[in-house]
């Protein structure tokens, strides 16, 4: 039976931008080596394990989410939650990164119920006792660093199996702590480790949620701001399927008040989604059931495809980072300000910009314009209030673009950038060939292009072998050349052209060659019947792939080889690469 938790390492500090936070430090965007933290003085032993801590900013309330991760029984966190610096395991690289969360990811101390399980059966549910101890002590260990700049409003915990199971007694001990939770097929908490397969005789979703309220004992009231997401597969015989819909009913109980259920929505990879919200219409619990999946972590396309890990079906980090986010009770979100208008005027070597803008929590504190040309600028103080003019005198002769973007004095927001269109300073220089010139995807017939714009181009022109192979200019930074030969090389080369008609000369040459067009497959059978098939040869007793000449061993009908045809009569030993 398996109840199914991810590295970083400290690099050099970096600043981000982010909202209400003068500066925040960037993580190194990679897993750590293994850490060892709290000593665990029930089970034995001290809990080690990953964290991620990612350099892009967060996307919430200007401070990072952290988020626990918890393995199944037969399962560890180097293994199957990151499964290498790959990140090939549950796939959680991906959604830190989107959100610019921090992730944990322990192992489970001892080895409970004999398969390195959590100890979601424990009758002891005390926050100082056990499991519960170590994994709310790593949790105090982030929170309280200020360089992860955790927000303690969003924490939230998520695990397959007993780490789902683990999961909801987190959220119910320490509902304080534990903004939402992601219970991925665990059985309910108040059953023994005997009683996973089925739901045993008296126990409810009413008798699970008086459990859950009692464990909290006075941090209750921290129910009323907590959203969970329950999800099992419909081929999962391990933990019965009935704990699902069980566990969401006494999330909902815990949680109070009257729920209506939401329209049902459709898994992509096959299932449903059930969301059902309170009387005051917030999204509180969400109950997916994905079609065909056995026991385990639905990781979805990047995460690995074994030992209780399944890449076929959703991606639940995605999922749930996306339903922890958008439904956080705790967090004030407050809207950013928005540009109304922006722009740009010219006189001499003068440039005027311009810009207004709303916010609707207070007024704007600052503007910031960055121009970009032979002389920029990076202006953080440009003005303020509801709108600005200001002027950048001794600009150099050449094209610009530019942006503006405003700073909330209420709040610490910034505003979407509004975008200054291409203006020219002085005479308009020669115009000169794109730069950048780049070979991209390649078929048997055509070969893709793309190039960097050009300064006062209003066009471009492809060349391939030294013939204009467009019409009239293209207005794009890209083009597909079709209508190749296969395994052919050809020379492409850009220009661009003005208002006037006039034309660049032609930038730097690239080459590019089609592919062949050839579709490799790959053969197992008998060293002889290779032979006898034309694919490999025999020499001195031994069969010999042609084409590679490797050896596949000896020539007769007791020795099976794969072997995998390149190319026009070229074979190698092993699959398709």
């Known amino acids: 039976m398996a109840f199914l938790f991810k590295p970083a390492a400290l690099a050099a500090c970096m600043v981000l931008a982010a909202p209400a936070c003068a500066q925040l430090q960037a993580g190194p965007g ?25 350099a892009t900013a967060p996307s919430l309330g200007g401070k990072r989410a952290l988020v626990l991760v918890l393995h199944g029984c037969a399962q560890t966190a180097a293994n199957d939650v990151i499964n290498g610096a790959g990140d090939g395991g549950y796939n959680w690289k991906a959604a830190a990164d989107q959100y610019g969360a921090v992730i944990l990811a322990p192992n489970a101390t001892g080895n409970l119920y004999g398969a390195h399980c959590w100890d979601w059966a424990a009758t002891n549910r005390s926050r100082s006792y056990g499991h519960n101890a170590v994994l709310l002590d790593l949790i105090n260990r982030f929170v309280s660093n200020p360089q992860y700049a955790i927000d303690p409003k969003q924490i939230y915990v998520t695990g397959l199996s007993s780490g789902g199971s683990k999961t909801m007694v987190l959220g119910c001990v320490a509902p304080d702590i534990f903004a939402g939770v992601g219970i991925n097929a665990g059985p309910a908490p108040t059953v023994s480790s005997t009683q996973i397969s089925s739901v045993p005789s008296g126990t409810t979703s009413s008798s699970v949620a008086g459990s859950c309220t009692s464990w909290a004992g006075a ?130 070597s003068t440039v005027t910009v311009s810009g207004a803008a709303l916010d609707a929590s207070g007024t704007i504190d600052s503007y910031r314009v960055v121009l970009s040309g032979p002389t920029p600028v990076d202006d953080t103080a440009a003005g303020s209030g509801a709108s600005f003019s200001k002027a950048y005198a001794a600009r150099a002769d050449g094209y610009y673009t530019g942006t503006v973007t405003a700073t909330s004095n209420a709040t610490g927001l910034s505003s979407p950038t509004c975008a200054i ?80 008609g006039e034309e660049s000369a032609k930038s730097a040459a690239v080459t590019g060659t089609t592919t062949s067009g050839f579709t490799c497959t790959a053969t197992t059978a008998t060293n002889y019947a290779h032979v006898q098939a034309g694919r490999a040869h025999a020499s001195g007793g031994y069969a010999l792939a042609n084409g590679s000449n490797q050896n596949m061993g000896l020539y007769n009908t007791f020795y099976t080889s794969t072997l995998a045809q390149t190319s026009s009569g070229y074979y190698i030993v092993g699959n398709c690469p």
Not at 261 to 266: H, S
Not at 306 to 318: R, T
Not at 440 to 458: D, E, F, H, P
Request: net charge positive; proline share 5%; with cysteine.
């Open 30 to 54: 990679s897993w750590s080596a293994n850490q060892t933290w709290a000593t665990d003085t029930t089970n034995g032993g001290a809990l080690t394990g990953y964290y991620y801590w990612p």
């Open 219 to 348: 941090n209750a009231s921290h129910f009323s701001s907590q959203v969970a997401s329950v999800i099992w597969g419909t081929n999962d015989y391990v933990v019965g399927q009935a704990y699902g819909p069980l566990n969401a009913a006494a999330m909902r109980q815990v949680y109070g008040g009257a729920f209506t259920r939401g329209t049902t929505g459709t898994v992509p990879t096959g299932g449903s989604n059930v969301p059902y919200l309170d009387a005051a219409g917030k999204l509180r619990t969400s109950e997916i059931t994905v079609t065909g999946m056995a026991h385990a972590w639905p990781a979805g396309t990047g995460g690995q495809n074994s030992n209780y890990v399944d890449a076929s079906k959703v991606n639940y980090p995605a999922f749930v980072m996306d339903f922890w986010f958008k439904n956080n009770l705790r967090v004030a979100r407050a809207a950013a300000p928005s540009m109304t208008s922006c722009s740009a005027s010219v006189s001499g």
């Open 421 to 500: 269109s291409q203006f020219l300073v002085g005479s308009p220089p020669a115009l000169q060939p794109p730069a950048g010139l780049a070979i991209g995807a390649r078929t048997a017939g055509s070969i893709a292009l793309s190039w960097n714009a050009s300064n006062g181009a209003v066009g471009y022109n492809v060349y391939r072998n030294g013939t204009k192979v467009n019409g009239t200019p293209l207005t794009a930074t890209g083009y597909t050349d079709g209508g190749l030969a296969a395994s052919t090389s050809y020379t492409y080369q850009v220009s661009a052209t003005g208002n006037g």
